[in-house]
Every structure is written in C-alpha cells, then in structure tokens.
C-alpha cells in the first residue's frame, strides 16, 4: 500500500485546481484534497478552470470530461493551446470513461484517469504519480 502521503515532503506546496460543473463534487473533492494536505482551487465551468489558471500556477488540474457548455475536452484544447500549460498534468475525471473517452484525453498528454466515484487510494495514487514527475 503507499505511504500516508498526507505527510508525503513532496506534497508541500503543491497546487490543485478541481474543476466539475456539479457542486457537490466540488465539495466533496476539496475536502479529501485538503485532508491529504494539498492546497486546492476549485472551478465550476471549462471557462473558470482557464481564468483561474491566468491567476495561479497549478501542478495538477482534475478535470471532469462531462461539463457544459464547455466541455472537459474543449477545456483541455484550450490549456493544451497555451505553452506555459503544456507541463501542468490534467488528470481526466468521469463517471464514464470509455475507450473513445480515454484515446480522445491522450490526444491532449492526458495520462491518468479517475473514474467516479473515486476512492481516497485512487486520488492518493495520483498525486503521488504526479508528485514524483516533478
């Protein structure tokens, strides 16, 4: 099983942004980030998530691929389409994550994926994924 990566060094400092058009996963999302002791923005929309990258740097979007009207893909085009967010990992959120969803997430260096409802192990793997890569 992986280390508690709650006190993980790595993980000082490091900045999500949580992005889902569904409220309550945006609730519940940043309570488990925050418990796992990584500093989190939250956006309600594709449009959001963009605006509040212009603000701040981010290691690791977690975006939901489902949202309208601009939808995780769109949102991906568009980061993918800005050089300085060419390194910023972009993990792929949905409840349903099919084999035309997952290759279509590839096309813009989308590596990881979590399928919802995601488990604290799940999330923990990815952040440690992440961390790692720097």
């Not at 923990?124 to 961390?131: D, G, K, N, P, Q």
Request: glycine share 4%.
């Amino acid at each position: 099983m992986l280390d508690n990566i709650k006190n993980a060094p790595s993980l000082n400092g490091f900045n999500v942004l949580l992005v889902d058009d569904v409220n309550i996963n945006l609730v519940l999302g940043k309570r488990l980030l925050t418990k796992l002791g990584v500093n989190v923005d939250i956006a309600d929309s594709g449009a959001q998530c963009l605006e509040k990258m212009n603000l701040n740097d981010y290691h690791l979007i977690l975006l939901d691929i489902q949202m309208e009207p601009m939808t995780g893909l769109e949102t991906m085009a568009r980061i993918r389409k800005q050089a300085r967010w060419n390194q910023v990992s972009i993990v792929a959120v949905s409840s349903s994550l099919t084999e035309e969803v997952i290759s279509q997430c590839r096309a813009f260096s989308v590596e990881q994926f979590l399928k919802r409802p995601f488990l604290k192990a799940d999330l923990e793997a990815v952040l440690s994924s992440v961390a790692k890569k720097g």
